[in-house]
């Protein structure tokens, strides 16, 4: 896997956004998926968000479609998740892979520091 560095996290209220950020190291950055996954207190980490190699291509699990958007920009090795609309449940720690093959948390054997995302007010 390739080594990633999660940021943008923070303590926001009900409703709010933000943008959290996945810098990627390595030449091959624009080869491959890159995917969002996140893990609230007592529970499992759970997929969140994936997009392909090109950013033409993406994914999203039910709970987030319409609020969250995964986006990339290859000439800065750094893939963004736009987090709209934020609802306590949304509270977790936030996490990239890279790169994405599938939606099982099981599949990677590595994960970065991660961003943690609290919603509360």
């Known amino acids: 896997q390739v080594r990633v560095v999660e940021s943008g996290g923070g303590l926001v209220q009900p409703g709010a956004s933000l943008r959290l950020s996945c810098a990627a190291s390595?030449?091959?950055?624009?080869?491959?998926?890159v995917g969002w996954f996140r893990q609230a207190p007592g529970k499992e980490r759970e997929f969140v968000a994936a997009?392909?190699?090109?950013?033409?291509?993406?994914s999203y699990t039910d709970s987030v479609k319409g609020r969250f958007t995964i986006s990339r920009d290859n000439t800065k090795n750094t893939v963004y998740l736009q987090v709209n609309s934020l609802k306590p449940e949304d509270t977790a720690v936030y996490y990239c892979?890279?790169?994405?093959?599938?939606?099982?948390?099981?599949?990677?054997?590595?994960w970065g520091q991660g961003t943690q995302v609290t919603v509360s007010s």
């Open positions: 390595g030449r091959t950055f624009g080869t491959y998926a």
């Open positions: 997009i392909n190699w090109s950013g033409a291509g993406t």
């Open positions: 892979v890279a790169p994405y093959v599938g939606n099982n948390s099981r599949s990677y054997e590595s």
